[in-house]
Each structure stands twice: as structure tokens, then as C-alpha cells.
Nanobody, 123 residues
């Protein structure tokens, strides 16, 4: 089992940057593809970014491509999301996810979730 704890959220002005972190418990972090999802008020949870087990492959939602960067440090059991050029529409609770199977852009293959961290982007 994997426990995930996000941090790094907060309030930022449009155009600013934040870096989210997700600390994973246990020794099996490197066995999982990892990702970030987000959920805005009144909306469904949506895919943001994915990174493969050893970080060789990444994939992004079109809405964040070129602005967000996902990375991981398997030695530190930590996942990151660097968010630049933030927009008000990026406001959401951001969730860390560990996949076991499935299409990475959906929640179907996610086995473990963090509790989320709130990002608010003011205009």
C-alpha cells in the first residue's frame, strides 16, 4: 500500500509559479507510474500530468502543456509538479495519484490518491 501526501499549494497571482510536492510512504514508490489530477469547484476531477515509473516518459493535458512540468525523485519517494504561468482557470484542488493500470488520462487505473492541496490563482 502507498500513502500519498501533497504539499505546496497556496494563493498566487496570475502569471506566477508554484511547485507542488507529493511524498509517498513505503519502499515501492518506483513501482508506480504517478500523476497529478485536479478538481475545480463544481467540476469533475481531470487529468493534469503523468510520469512513468523511472521518469522516462511524461504526458500532459493540453491545457497545461508548456506551462507545467512533472518530475519525480525515486530516491526521495517524491513526486513534483512545477507550475508556471498560472492562470485563474488553474484554480483547483490538486491530487497526487499512483497508477496500477489503465489509461493514464482517466481515474480508472489509479489505485492510490492523496488528499489534495488547494491552488488558488487570482486574476
Amino acid at each position: 500500500q502507498v500513502q500519498l501526501v501533497e504539499s505546496g499549494g497556496g494563493l498566487v497571482q496570475a502569471g506566477g509559479s508554484l511547485r507542488l510536492s507529493c511524498a509517498a510512504s513505503g519502499r515501492t514508490f518506483s513501482r508506480y507510474g504517478m500523476g497529478w489530477f485536479r478538481q475545480a469547484p463544481g467540476k469533475e476531477r481531470e487529468f493534469v500530468a503523468y510520469i512513468s515509473k523511472i521518469g522516462g516518459s511524461t504526458y500532459y493535458a493540453d491545457s497545461v502543456k508548456g506551462r507545467f512540468t512533472i518530475s519525480r525523485d525515486n530516491a526521495k519517494n517524491t513526486l513534483y509538479l512545477q507550475m508556471n504561468s498560472l492562470k485563474p482557470e488553474d484554480t483547483a484542488v490538486y491530487y497526487c495519484a499512483a497508477y496500477t493500470s489503465g489509461v493514464v488520462t482517466t481515474t480508472d487505473g489509479v489505485a492510490y490518491w492523496g488528499k489534495g492541496t488547494l491552488v488558488t490563482v487570482s486574476s
